[in-house]
């Protein structure tokens, strides 16, 4: 699934979240096991919030008293506090304009304090109280239920899952087995001049290597009917469970809706409370303020929560992977020496690419499976051998990765 496009920096109300999606998809996404409990603690954080919101502003209106001066020094202190909340997005833009707005005052009236506590500050207490209310030992209520929900959703497809990660692996296992079989195999081929009574020996190794990696493969094909039909299972069940999953979660998301939708309105009485308007400066400043706050967006915080935390999250749903051998790594030292005691191969042999293999240093050759490059050298003690590519490039490359091109 893609989800709906988000927009940059916008996000719901509330949580610490990174500006950027993850970049494993796989482990980060919303729907593999246990990866719910953003949106489950959002919840908490929104509590916090609340509080963060509550000092905020009856600190403000100590300070209205004060006058310009304190007005600059409250200000400055709060702007680092709000970079360590988690209220984000449209509502960060909102919050942060407040401290904007009031470095360009010099004068608020006392009555301004007096409505901020009386007012504004009773109605955040009251509506927090009613919005979280406790459930005794499981914290908050909804976050409770939504974590209850999740677990039960996704419970059953874990344990697919867990059945999908234990096949592959034997599959995995099965070719790693047929691998060592055919090598076997190859080098019982190998040795064709000796003695008749040799020669009867190795031909019973042989049939014995042949029949060994006979039933390597008779067996990696068990093994991976068995894997594609879990796999199939898992795939089958996958949109019961986003049904499910997204079922919870929307409700999650109603409940951030309300509390921004809430949060806009006490950031709008705020407002009122502040703007002086027996000044042009002052108007102005005002009404800056306010056109930052009505751009509140609850449709685009949640739907960038949605996609980077929910199911418009990107995810590398379950499908087969193909083995692919291992590479032992070279030391540099001892890849440079043994690149000098190596010979070089007149006009080199063509090989073919099996699998593809990105180099992960300079000195390391890229390819794509059925690529046709030469070898020119042979392959060393660590299985290592020197190439050079159609385009001209010269590196290393695994030996095992690639085989002689007919």
């Known amino acids: 699934m893609t989800g709906e ?14 500006k950027d999606p993850p970049e494993d998809a796989k482990k980060q996404s919303f729907w593999m096991p246990d990866n719910y409990g953003g949106t489950v603690h959002r919840t908490d954080q929104s509590y916090q919030a609340c509080n963060d919101i509550m000092a905020c502003f009856l600190e403000r209106a100590k300070v209205e008293k004060q006058y310009a001066q304190q007005l600059s020094q409250w200000s400055n202190k709060w702007k680092a506090i709000v970079d360590s909340r988690p209220l984000y997005g449209s509502l960060m833009r909102a919050w942060q304009c407040f401290f904007s707005s009031t470095e360009r005052l010099s004068v608020l009236h006392s009555s301004i304090s007096q409505s901020l506590v009386a007012e504004d500050g009773d109605r955040m207490k009251t509506w927090q109280k009613e919005t979280f209310p406790k459930k005794l030992f499981c914290g908050f209520k909804e976050s409770h239920d939504t974590s209850t929900g999740f677990s039960r959703a996704q419970k059953p497809w874990a344990n697919k899952l867990k059945k999908l990660d234990n096949a592959r ?3 995995h296992k099965a070719c790693q087995k047929e691998k060592t079989a055919i ?3 190859t080098q019982a081929k190998e040795n064709t001049e000796m003695s008749p009574e ?3 020996k190795m031909t019973l190794a042989r049939e014995k290597a042949t029949l060994a990696r006979e039933k390597a493969t008779e067996e990696k094909d068990k093994v991976r009917d068995r894997y594609e039909k879990v796999l199939e299972d898992v795939t089958s069940y996958t949109p019961r469970y986003m049904e499910e999953m997204e079922a919870i979660f929307d409700q999650s998301q109603e409940e951030e809706r309300k509390r921004v939708s809430f949060v806009k309105q006490a950031f ?3 407002h009122r409370h502040l703007d002086i308007t027996n000044n042009e400066s002052v108007k102005t400043v005002y009404s800056e303020l306010h056109h930052t706050l009505m751009s509140i967006s609850e449709q685009d915080d949640l739907r960038w929560w949605k996609n980077n935390h929910g199911p418009g999250m990107p995810t590398d749903w379950p499908r087969i992977e193909e083995w692919v051998p291992p590479v032992k790594k070279l030391k540099r030292k001892k890849r440079d020496q043994a690149a000098v005691n190596r010979p070089v191969m007149i006009g080199g042999v063509k090989v073919r690419a099996v699998y593809d293999y990105v180099g992960e240093e300079g000195d390391e050759l890229s ?11 042979e392959e060393d003690e660590q299985g290592w051998c020197r190439g050079v590519l159609s385009g001209g490039k010269e590196g290393f490359y695994p030996a095992n990765y690639v085989e002689v091109a007919e």
Request: charged share 30%; hydrophobic share 40%; no cysteine.
């Open 5 to 18: 496009e988000s927009k940059e920096e916008h996000s719901p109300i509330m949580a610490a979240l990174p």
């Open 169 to 171: 692996g034997a599959y």
């Open 183 to 185: 090598g076997k195999e």
């Open 198 to 200: 040799k020669l009867q």
């Open 268 to 270: 709008l009485s705020i």
């Open 367 to 377: 390819f794509r499976a059925g690529e046709v490059f030469l070898k020119v050298e």
